[in-house]
């Protein structure tokens, strides 16, 4: 009695182990075109109320853009990380801000007449430091309503992809 009942156990699990790679296979296609970038930069100085400042980054992260379900439009994807410094030239004293965020194409809607609207989810966080404290904030943070923004565009064709795609609005 045990041992049937051990073996229905494993068979269970073995279905439920079956059915969830099945369920949980996705039915997308590869990335048309994914890459990286890595952009460090020092802004001119500008007056920040009265005070000579400057900005400087150093962000760095990954993106892809990928084709889902019957839309024609690519769904993008991006992860970034990096560091933003805001210098002020007076006293030399620094504000830096720690990033790190992940967003995502959430939806995308054909407005006919070449408009779309689209919806972008991120998630991310940002850590703040100046000069004399090691820490002064710590901020995780989700977009609660996801960004909407009106484009006009073009759907993408597989094998008509730019190796530059376009986004406005993100």
Not at 55 to 80: A, Q
Not at 93 to 102: H, K, P, Q, S
Request: net charge neutral; charged share 10%; aromatic share 8%.
């Amino acid at each position: 009695m045990r041992r049937s009942v051990i073996a229905g156990a494993v068979l269970t699990a073995a279905i439920a182990a079956a059915a969830s790679l099945v369920a949980s296979t996705p039915a997308t296609a590869d990335p048309i075109y994914q890459g990286h970038f890595h952009d460090v930069f020092t802004n001119a100085p500008y007056d920040c109320e009265g005070t000579p400042a400057q900005n400087s980054g150093d962000v760095y992260g990954n993106f892809d853009w990928n084709l889902r379900g019957s839309s024609p439009f690519p769904f993008y994807r991006e992860s970034t990380n990096g560091t933003l410094v805001m210098t002020n030239l007076t006293t030399g004293g620094t504000f830096t801000d720690v990033i790190a965020v992940n967003s995502n194409d959430h939806t995308i809607i054909d407005n006919g007449a070449g408009t779309f609207t689209l919806t972008i989810s991120s998630s991310g966080g940002s850590r703040f430091y100046d000069a004399t404290a090691p820490s002064c904030s710590r901020t995780p943070a989700r977009s609660g309503t996801p960004k909407t923004s009106t484009t006009t565009a073009l759907p993408v064709t597989p094998g008509t992809t730019s190796k530059s795609p376009a986004r406005s609005g993100s």
